[in-house]
């Protein structure tokens, strides 16, 4: 008898529906009933003082602060554990970084790790090589925000991809995955997702890069690319989440999310009907490790 091959959303962040309210459990549920996902994985957003909207930002899609604590992120995961994966975040100023991880894996039940380098540190920040030693240790992926940065006042040089080779060799028993494809750092990108064999990526926000930076087939050219130097097998699709509220990419709601699975999977024929099932889903399903 065979099993159903699962949709599985890897990037999906708790974003606000305006400035002042996130949206809620039951928002990310509904979206994903009607875009037919099983399983969504909810990121943490630990990006410190980078994190904070600044004064001069006249946005009103902007929240003042854009960090998400394990506590409210677990109460998320911890409602519907069936369809959502919680992973935690963590900036490298904070106090012992590794000790907010390891609490989130042991108290609040995450399942990985997510870093966004552009709130100010380079991902081969020495602090966080423990960080890196207990992900190993409790076999839970790291996700790197590589490429383009989400907020005008933050430092796009950090998302260079390149820094990722680093933890990639120093780290090779650590499952790492790169996001969005390093625009414009796609040369890098590719070569370290080529040369490291313990390296996924995520093709989430493709679609938006493509569109904002008026780059025509960006998606299809990116994702062709890597099916033919990594293998469909390394993929992993992501929708961002059905509420997008940044200062440079402005806002979508939930009928973005309907149409993510067809613009950067689906209609590609250069992709089997098996790579499709893998990269929207089968492929999180075995790196989770979820049943």
């Not at 076999?139 to 991809?161: C, R």
Request: hydrophobic share 40%; with cysteine; net charge negative.
């Amino acid at each position: 008898m065979s099993i159903k091959a699962m949709i599985i959303d890897f990037h999906v962040h708790i974003a606000y529906k305006d400035s002042n309210k996130k949206c809620s459990v039951d928002d990310i549920i509904n979206a994903m009933n009607d875009a037919g996902i099983d399983i969504s994985v909810l990121l943490g957003n630990d990006q410190a003082d980078a994190g904070y909207k600044r004064p001069w930002i006249n946005s009103s899609i902007m929240p003042m602060d854009v960090n998400l604590s394990d506590e409210e992120l677990s109460s998320y995961c911890f409602s519907h554990p069936d369809r959502l994966i919680g992973f935690t975040s963590v900036h490298p100023d904070r106090y012992k970084p590794h000790k907010k991880v390891l609490r989130a894996i042991k108290e609040f039940g995450m399942k990985g790790l997510k870093l966004y380098p552009h709130a100010g540190f380079y991902p081969n920040d020495k602090r966080l090589d423990l960080v890196y030693e207990k992900c190993v240790e409790y076999d839970i992926p790291v996700m790197f925000h590589t490429g383009i940065k989400a907020l005008s006042w933050q430092n796009l040089k950090y998302n260079n991809p390149i820094y990722v080779d680093d933890i990639a060799t120093n780290f090779p028993e650590l499952k790492i995955i790169m996001c969005h494809g390093g625009y414009p750092w796609v040369e890098e990108f590719m070569v370290v997702a080529y040369s490291n064999p313990n390296m996924w990526v995520d093709i989430t926000f493709l679609d938006y890069i493509e569109k904002i930076y008026k780059k025509p087939n960006l998606s299809e050219d990116t994702i062709k690319r890597l099916v033919e130097l990594i293998g469909a097998k390394k993929l992993l699709w992501g929708t961002e989440g059905p509420y997008l509220n940044l200062s440079l990419f402005g806002s979508h709601g939930p009928e973005y999310y309907i149409k993510s699975q067809d613009f950067l999977v689906k209609r590609f024929d250069f992709l089997t009907e098996k790579d499709k099932e893998n990269i929207l889903g089968e492929n999180a399903r075995e790196l989770l490790r979820i049943n």
